[in-house]
């Protein structure tokens, strides 16, 4: 573990301890996280004393869910589920990659991001699949776009009757409530707005907080910044992964091209 990642895990440290995080989230999706990422950022989240959340491809991506499973996950979230028949592909498939003593121990949650998935929610929620699913993570940015209204709209009304809609619904249900999508400061009277206790957690990209404790914290503000500090710091650990990856050919390209880039086009092949 290098010195930056040393300095992550302290962070993460501070956030645990100070203010109300529970865990790290990766995608598979979006991000298009790659299997070593995932597991470095597992053994930096580990070392911190949190879960790692990740979001996979797609309702159905059943490589993910095995990669998931491999890695050492506590909650899978599916993107895009839009009608109670992809939400049967999602636990379907949940069922066949996680033997039931796995399952018993994690949580699988549906991402409700756009406004078909919301015109749905009524069937999604009533099917018997629903019961097999943990909750909902509400995606604000989707959401905003798939109306076509823009980021900056995430804490309009227009948003925030989406939002109260479907925590009226699940509240009583005892499901998880999750919300993501352009989380800062600015975003805390957004949610102290929805019905008391119903959201469970909200999440920034990488960082998740425990929502009932945060929004009693006057230094939640605080907590977000400092979630997005943390995210700085795994994208600069990102990029000098593969930097490092880049440069350990370099002196051997430099010292081939130089040496044999005439012969070779001299003799009809090809260089770079």
Request: hydrophobic share 40%.
């Amino acid at each position: 573990m290098n010195n930056l990642e040393k300095k992550m895990v302290d962070t993460l440290k501070d956030l645990r301890e100070n203010h109300h995080v529970l865990g790290v989230k990766a995608e598979f999706e979006a991000e298009g996280t790659r299997m070593e990422e995932a597991l470095r950022l597992k053994e930096i989240v580990t070392k911190a004393g949190m879960e790692l959340t990740i979001k996979i491809g797609g309702c159905e991506a059943i490589k993910d869910m095995f990669e998931a499973r491999t890695i050492g996950v506590h909650t899978i979230v599916a993107p895009m589920v839009e009608t109670a028949y992809a939400m049967k592909k999602y636990v379907n498939a949940i069922d066949y990659v996680f033997p039931k003593e796995e399952k018993s121990d994690m949580e699988f949650l549906i991402n409700v991001e756009t406004i078909t998935g919301f015109e749905n929610f009524d069937k999604m929620v009533n099917s018997d699949d629903f019961k097999s699913v943990s909750g909902i993570v509400l995606g604000r940015v989707d959401m905003t776009g798939s109306m076509g209204l823009s980021r900056e709209d995430i804490n309009t009304d227009k948003i925030f009757e989406i939002a109260n809609s479907i925590a009226k619904k699940i509240q009583p249900l005892n499901k998880t409530f999750v919300i993501g999508g352009g989380v800062s400061a600015h975003s805390l009277e957004f949610f102290k707005r929805l019905p008391k206790n119903s959201l469970t957690r909200f999440e920034t990209r990488k960082v998740i907080f425990d929502a009932q404790k945060s929004l009693q914290d006057p230094k939640a503000g605080d907590g977000i910044l400092k979630a997005v500090g943390f995210e700085l710091m795994w994208l600069k650990n990102k990029r000098e992964y593969y930097k490092m990856i880049y440069d350990e050919d370099l002196v051997r390209f430099e010292m081939l091209e130089k040496r044999y880039k005439k012969s070779i086009e001299e003799a009809g092949g090809f260089c770079v």
